[in-house]
């Protein structure tokens, strides 16, 4: 079974581009997450899609947005880059939370 | 923001000697999860202990939850150099049908094992 997968693994943008960052859940899980972690501030918790809708999101701009595909695909979208957004992005897709998430490897974001 | 704490920061041990890390939290829990994650890769999940448990086992991992101190414990026993990582816990709120349903993670650990 394929595991959560994200494309690319390395992203290098400008500051005030944008970035787009790609995720395909476990098969048969409806939901994905999105964290960011930046370098010596752990992992902060950024958006939830499940079935479609974004359920929750965390204290993140609105610059920070996605979205959720049929296929349970999911897409971040960071515009208006800076250079404090530069961290490796993480997703990761459960059935529910209750059963612990599995991860992707992340995308490096580096904004210069 | 952070929920849980962990302690210590850093450890340095040797292989063969046990690890414990604790972490702490705020907020009433569903269950509260450790990860494990390899130089800056994805987290890898280990194990799930649920507030109405106390201990947990998987192979050489230990888990212990004390919901009355708000606090979680680690135990990785005979270590081997492969262990050396960072392990954060994940706490658990959901409410269910409700608007939540994230975990929030700790700091983090970062365990070296010295072969």
């Known amino acids: 079974e394929a595991g959560v997968t994200q494309s690319p693994t390395h992203l290098i943008k400008t500051r005030g581009q944008q970035a787009t960052l790609r995720c395909s859940p476990i098969?048969?899980?409806?939901?994905v997450y999105w964290y960011q972690q930046a370098l010596g501030l752990g992992l902060q918790f950024l958006l939830w899609?499940?079935?479609?809708?974004?359920?929750n999101r965390g204290n993140f701009p609105p610059r920070f947005s996605g979205r959720q595909f049929p296929n349970y695909s999911s897409e971040l979208n960071v515009n208006a880059l800076e250079l404090e957004d530069s961290a490796l992005y993480l997703c990761?897709?459960?059935?529910?939370?209750?059963?612990?998430?599995?991860f992707g490897s992340g995308t490096r974001l580096t904004v210069v | 923001s952070q929920q849980g704490e962990e302690d210590p920061q850093a450890l340095s041990i040797q292989e063969g000697e046990n690890a414990t890390m604790n972490c702490s939290y705020k907020?009433?829990?569903?269950?509260l999860q450790w990860y494990r994650q390899n130089s800056g890769r994805g987290l890898v999940h280990l194990i799930l202990?649920?507030?109405?448990?106390r201990e947990k086992h998987s192979g050489r991992l230990r888990v212990t939850l004390d919901t009355s101190k708000k606090s979680s414990s680690l135990l990785i026993t005979a270590s081997r150099a492969a262990d050396t990582a960072s392990y954060f816990c994940?706490?658990?709120?959901?409410?269910?049908?409700?608007?939540?349903?994230?975990?929030?993670f700790g700091t983090g650990t970062l365990l070296a094992v010295q072969p």
């Open positions: 990761a897709s459960s059935l529910t939370g209750r059963y612990g998430y599995t």
């Open positions: 098969s048969g899980h409806t939901s």
């Open positions: 899609y499940d079935e479609g809708e974004e359920r």
């Open positions: 907020t009433s829990i569903n269950n």
């Open positions: 202990i649920r507030s109405n448990e």
């Open positions: 994940a706490t658990d709120a959901s409410d269910y049908g409700g608007a939540t349903n994230k975990l929030i």
